[in-house]
């Protein structure tokens, strides 16, 4: 491959692109976190409330469902995949991006129980062939699927702030091998390292914020065979949990394929309610039962003892329930809510004899995102960096590796339109003849 010119004129482009990927990545993350911020704490801090009162998701969420269900309705390219359909590889074309975008910014900071990552994978590698054709470079199909890879990954690190985890990612999602495999990842990974030193500058240079995956988990006391033997039981538990919330998502995207814009806010409504109750019956702040769960699970970590029993299994069931019909009817990515609700049922879970914190809620969020991702590797690596320990690592791979066998085993549910599908209308009956 390497002695190859076409070759090596892709692995340069690659690294090229992973510039301008990146910053217009950390200006789409900077946009979700401002906007997170402005609509769940800043005017209700406005308005005179210590917090978003309980009926706040009911107004944003079903403004949310409106307009993503006309961007789906009516814009190329459906605003991207649906995520109850997991992460897709591969970019879609440039005129799709508009609605992508329209879609990740009406629905991620109102209030769409859903992350950021797939909208970045697919502007990511969307960017990538919008910027070959610019360069009136005209890749063959391994060359597309090479530049596609590249700007996702790119795109991708800049998010998990580790050029490590958007390459593995991107290769379990394209789903290569052999020799192809190094000629996708080589160029996706120097994408990545590319992306992730202009995203890191632009963080230090601008001081704006998008997030940080430090959940700040103390370091745990050396393992023992209690955790491992109950990672044998919590992982296929929460493995059937996190799988079940996701067949259901795909009935709610069968749900909304027809007369999506009505449906679409249905289901939004829907997911509104479970944030009004989870408010309601626990009286904390209903941003906790809303939104990706990437800002709830730092304060989870840091101080679990702020969560009541009642709190915690009201989250874990309400948003639950609204991540189900996220999945299907929004558009957003699956990784955050499945690492926010693993834990939590972590922390609900870690009085058991012989478990302790740390180690729950290493097993708790290893076997939920593997069981939403069905990426085993990817999830690994993504836990142990929200880790940052080695004392975890077995728990976390048995973790995985457990639950994504009882997953492929489960049965999986309908499938899920495509991105640029519509619903083929269902035939007229042929006139009867007098």
Known sequence: MLGRPEYRKALVFSGLIGIPVALLAFWFLVAVHELEQLVWTDWPEDLGWDRAPWWWGLVFLTVAGLVVGWAVARLPGRGGHVPAGGLHPGGPTPKA???????????????????????LIALGGGLALLFARLARARPADAGTAMLTAAGSAAAVSALFGNPLVGAVLLMEVAGVGGPQLFAVMLPALLASGVGDLIFTGFVHW???QTGSLDIGLPAPPPLDWGDVLWVLVLAPALAFLVHGLFVGGRWVATFVAVRTVRNTTLCALGAAVCVTLYAVVTGRSPAEAALSGEAALSGLARDPHAWSVGALVAVLVFKGLAYALCLGSLRGGPVFPALFLGGAAGVLLAPLPGLG???AMAVGMAASVTAA?????????????LLGNAQTVALVVLAAVV????????????PVPAA?????????????RP
């Open 97 to 119: 991006l508009p609605g992508i975008l329209i879609t990740a910014l009406a629905g991620l900071p109102l209030g769409a129980v859903l992350g950021p990552e797939a909208p």
């Open 206 to 208: 601008t001081g704006l």
């Open 420 to 432: 640029g599908e519509r619903p083929s209308p269902a035939p007229r009956p042929a006139p009867r």
């Open 403 to 414: 639950s994504f066998v009882v997953t492929q085993l489960l049965p999986q549910g309908p």
């Open 373 to 385: 991702l069905r990426l085993p590797v990817s999830s690994v690596v993504l836990v142990v960096l």
């Open 357 to 359: 914190l740390v180690p």
